[in-house]
Nanobody, 118 residues
Framework: QVQLVESGGGLVQAGGSLRLSCAASGLTFSIYPMGWFRQAPGKEREFVARIKSSGGRTNYIDSVKGRFTISRDNAKNTVYLQMNSLKPEDTAVYYC???????????WGQGTQVTVSS
């Protein structure tokens, strides 16, 4: 049974930082590209960041470039999202995903709430 469990969300002031973690189990983590998505209230889920299985290549939605960094530790079966210079518009539920393609993925986590106050 595959499980992706996110943690690290919370309430932070604008300009602050949070680090999200996603612990994976039940799959061969090291062969899966991993990604983060988010869904704000009243909006569709959107792609945020993606990292290749080896960790060598990453890509980001334009609005987070230079502020967010995706990384992974294959020895710990964990993917991270370091979020700096947070803005109120970053407020959303953040989801971890295994093998994300466009707006689909093989597996999804349950989500973690990130709230940025102005």
């Amino acid at each position: 049974q595959v499980q992706l469990v996110e943690s690290g969300g919370g309430l932070v002031q604008a300009g602050g930082s949070l680090r999200l973690s996603c612990a994976a189990s039940g799959l061969t983590f090291s062969i899966y590209p991993m990604g983060w998505f988010r869904q704000a209230p009243g909006k569709e889920r959107e792609f945020v960041a993606r990292i290749k299985s080896s960790g060598g290549r990453t890509n980001y939605i334009d609005s987070v470039k230079g502020r967010f960094t995706i990384s992974r530790d294959n020895a710990k079966n964990t993917v991270y999202l370091q979020m700096n210079s947070l803005k109120p518009e970053d407020t959303a539920v953040y989801y971890c995903a295994a093998n994300p393609r466009s707006d689909v993925a093989d597996y999804w986590g349950q989500g973690t709430q990130v709230t940025v106050s102005s």
